[in-house]
C-alpha cells in the first residue's frame, strides 16, 4: 500500500501531465489555425506565444480582427495552463525537500525532480524487484529477445510498464548525453565515456535508450543500498 507522500506525488505528476498535454493542444491548434492564413510559427510555447503576441500588436500581419480575440483568449490559456506545471513542480520541489531518497537518486546523473519523484510515487517498494534487471525491466527499457536455436538476438526495448517513466528517464539519457559534449573538458567518468562511445557506435536515439536502462539499473542500486551515486573513473 502506497504511503500518503507517494500517492500525494502520484496525483501530482498526473496534474503536471494532464496540464501539458492540453498545453501541447492549445499550441498545435493556434498553429494549425495561422497556417491557414499563411503564417508558419514553429512548435514550442517560446516560439508560438511571442509570435502570436507580435501578430496581435500589428493591424497589418494579416490575421483577420474577427479572429484575434479568440487568439489573444488562447494565448492567455497557455500561460495559465504553464503557471499552473510551474506551480506543481514547486509543490514537488517542497515534498522533495526533506525526502531522502529523492535527494539519493538526484544524485544520478540525468535524474532530476520529476524524475526521482515519479520513481518514488510509482515503485513503492523497490524490494520486490529482486535485480536492476528487473527494474528497468518494469519500466519497459530491456531488449526484447528472440532467440532461435543456439542464437539470442536482442531488438528493441519491449516499452512495457510505466510509458510516463520511461520517457522522463530517456529524457534525462539525452540530456546527459547532450551536457558531456558540451562540457568544456571531456567526460572523464565511466558513465558518461561510456555513452559517448555507445553514441558515435550506435547513433543518439540508440545510445539514450542504453543510457536510460542503465540509469534505472543505478537507481535500483541506489535505493537498495541506501547510498548517494558516486561516478566511477574511466578506465
Known sequence: MKSETQQALAAL???????????????????????????????????????????????????????????AEAVREIGELEERVHAVE??????????????????????????????????GDVQRFPSARHFASYLGLTPR??????????????KRGDTYLRMLLIHGARSVLYHAKTRTAPATDRLRTWALQLERLRGHNKAAVALANKLARIAWAVWRTGNDFTAAPAA
Not at 96 to 118: D, K, N, Q
Request: proline share 5%; hydrophobic share 45%.
Open 13 to 71: 505528476h498526473r496534474l503536471r501531465s494532464t496540464w501539458l498535454a492540453t498545453r501541447t493542444a492549445r499550441l498545435n491548434t493556434v498553429r494549425g489555425l495561422l497556417r491557414e492564413f499563411g503564417v508558419v510559427i514553429p512548435a514550442g510555447a517560446h516560439h508560438v506565444v511571442p509570435h502570436v503576441g507580435t501578430l496581435l500588436e500589428d493591424a497589418d500581419a494579416g490575421v483577420p480582427g474577427l479572429l484575434r480575440l479568440a487568439l
Open 90 to 123: 514547486r509543490q514537488l520541489e517542497t515534498i522533495a525537500e526533506p525526502a531522502l531518497l529523492v535527494r539519493r537518486l538526484r544524485t544520478i546523473p540525468g535524474v532530476g525532480l520529476l524524475t526521482a519523484t515519479a520513481l518514488v510515487a510509482a515503485v
Open 145 to 158: 529477445e528472440h532467440s532461435t536455436g543456439q542464437r539470442r538476438r536482442l531488438g528493441a526495448i519491449s
